[in-house]
């Protein structure tokens, strides 16, 4: 049984999507042994408590640089024996101290289709702004492994998403979550967890 540590954020849907999995049995090889939020008072925090998971504040305001931050996370995903790390809405970058000590072992959702709307700047709401900015017809989700470069790990997997015309930056966003990322989240880490996803050259298949 892997022990999953989760970062975030925000509100936690997508930690629900997580949570919700795990309940219903379609994360059989794992379990979400600890939330980490790097803000107090956010509402993903309720969500793990509702589910009675342990949970963490590691704010982000508390450390002077992202070195001395990033050193904190790493020493609490140590502490917790992680496997896997997902960031689910988590929007502080780390240092790279961190991926490197567990490589092809974080995974990050994205809210768009890789490598369009991302890296540095991309994130939440401003994403699906960009999008409808460039008036794209088809957008999406990715999840991803986490390197050094922002938005950049290898892939492991997408789901399009039709962009309506009258579409504001919100109704985007919520189609985007509901129809992709609340899905292949789960899905990626169960994946993970069954041991099945590989990466080789920078790129990931799936074993059947
Ligand atoms: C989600 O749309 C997630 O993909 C995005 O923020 C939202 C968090 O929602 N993440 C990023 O933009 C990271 N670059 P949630 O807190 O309800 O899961």
């Not at 700047?121 to 900015?133: D, I, P, W």
């Not at 979550?177 to 990626?188: N, R, V």
Request: hydrophobic residues 40%; glycine residues 6%.
């Amino acid at each position: 049984m892997k022990n999953i540590v989760v970062l975030v954020s925000g509100g936690g849907t997508n930690l629900q999507a997580l949570i919700d999995a795990q309940e219903s049995g379609l994360i059989a090889n794992g379990r979400i042994t600890c939330v980490i939020a790097s803000k107090p008072g956010v509402y993903a925090l309720e969500r793990a408590k509702n589910h009675r998971i342990p949970t963490r504040v590691i704010a982000r305001k508390d450390y002077t640089d992202v070195i001395a931050y990033s050193q904190a996370i790493l020493d609490a995903l140590n502490e917790e024996k992680a496997d896997l790390v997902v960031y689910a809405g988590f929007m502080t970058i780390l240092d790279e101290l961190v991926c490197k000590a567990y490589p092809y072992q974080m995974m990050n959702v994205h809210p768009a289709l890789i490598p369009s709307f991302c890296g540095k700047g991309y994130y939440g709401l401003r994403v699906h702004e960009e999008a409808l900015k460039k008036g794209v017809k088809v957008t999406g989700a990715t999840v991803h492994f986490v390197t050094e470069v922002c938005d950049g790990g290898p892939i492991i997997l997408q789901k399009a998403v039709a962009v309506e015309d009258d579409d504001t930056p919100e109704v985007l966003q919520k189609r985007v979550m509901e129809q992709a990322e609340w899905k292949i989240l789960p899905q990626a880490v169960s994946l993970f967890c069954d041991d099945k996803l590989i990466v080789k050259d920078d790129r990931v298949s799936i074993k059947k």
